[in-house]
């Protein structure tokens, strides 16, 4: 299963169109060479892949990459927008699907889907769902469409920051709908006692306890609602707090015993694995920030 660092992407967006199919209108068995998104706005389709069928009614969309054959169907008359686009490229150039997709005569589609799991700084890891639904995407496809045929200059940029946009808006509504219609009703109240006390050696049996689950079934449990396990969850709530702490000055010996660190080593550690720098990198970046913040106010 890959994982896209959403802060580190460059997407290129290799096609984009509003269309219309008519009932029976399929795409074949096939492989694609990149990824699509598919928004339906009026009608309804269908997509099998992965051994299950994706049904799409009006504001949904389904994904899916180029890790095994897919089936695209439209079950009456639908209009849709249409996204072939790839998650890291280093050049924003369009590169049009067409050529690179492969025609299967077989049936079912086989092979199994490769979503990859979404990270963005300390936030919950998310898996890119297959089938979902996230208002106001559909107005960053009609601008991206635009831009797709009018190659204006700089079109290309245009494109990739559409789709970054794109993409921060789904990922922003799934992990709110992540934290809340899920976490809230099965592991909410081991979320809410590390959160309240992070610096606390919370045992998995301690918090499996709060929820009323065995610790074997919490573990697993809170993997899939959270996307981190216990041990790493806190840790991320740790490195939160040592963030606003090393900003107001504190030393890393007193805060790495404050927030439950085994030593100032193993803080470190833990803080360069969450943000890609040590505690020094970070109190130094912060304090030139505050600087030129500063100045700009003079």
């Not at 099965?186 to 006390?197: D, G, N, T, V, Y």
């Not at 080593?265 to 030129?292: A, C």
Request: include cysteine.
């Amino acid at each position: 299963m890959s994982t896209i660092e959403l802060e580190k992407i460059a997407p290129t967006v290799n096609f984009a169109v509003r269309q219309t199919a008519e009932a029976g209108e399929n795409w074949g068995v096939r492989v694609i060479p990149d990824c699509q998104i598919m928004n339906v706005i009026t009608g309804c389709a269908e997509l099998y892949i992965n051994n299950q069928t994706y049904t799409i009614g009006p504001g949904e969309c389904v994904y899916y990459g180029s890790d095994c054959q897919s089936y695209l169907k439209a079950t009456e008359k639908t209009d849709f927008y249409s996204i072939h686009f790839s998650w890291q490229h280093d050049s924003p150039e369009p590169v049009h699907p067409g050529l690179g997709i492969r025609f299967f005569n077989s049936w079912p589609p086989q092979g199994v889907s490769n979503n990859p799991v979404l990270v963005c700084g300390t936030a919950s890891q998310l898996l890119m769902p297959t089938l979902f639904e996230v208002p106001g995407l559909e107005a960053i496809w009609t601008r991206m469409v635009k831009e797709y045929k009018g190659e204006q200059p700089g079109y290309t940029m245009a494109l990739r920051a559409l789709m970054i946009q794109a993409i921060t808006v789904m990922y922003r509504h799934m992990l709110e709908g992540s934290l809340s219609a899920n976490a809230n009703h099965k592991i909410e109240p081991a979320i809410q006692a590390m959160q309240l006390q992070p610096d606390y050696n919370w045992s998995v049996a301690e918090l499996a306890a709060l929820c009323g689950y065995h610790p074997i079934h919490f573990s697993k449990l809170f993997k899939e609602e959270a996307g981190l396990t216990p041990k790493h969850f806190i840790i991320r709530e740790r490195i939160k707090r040592a963030k606003q702490a090393l900003l107001l000055r504190e030393k890393m010996e007193s805060l790495s015993i404050r927030l439950g660190f085994k030593s100032i080593h193993y803080f470190s550690h833990q803080f360069k694995e969450v943000t890609g720098l040590t505690p020094s990198q970070f109190r130094m970046l912060g304090q030139t920030k505050k600087t030129i913040n500063d100045k700009k106010q003079e």
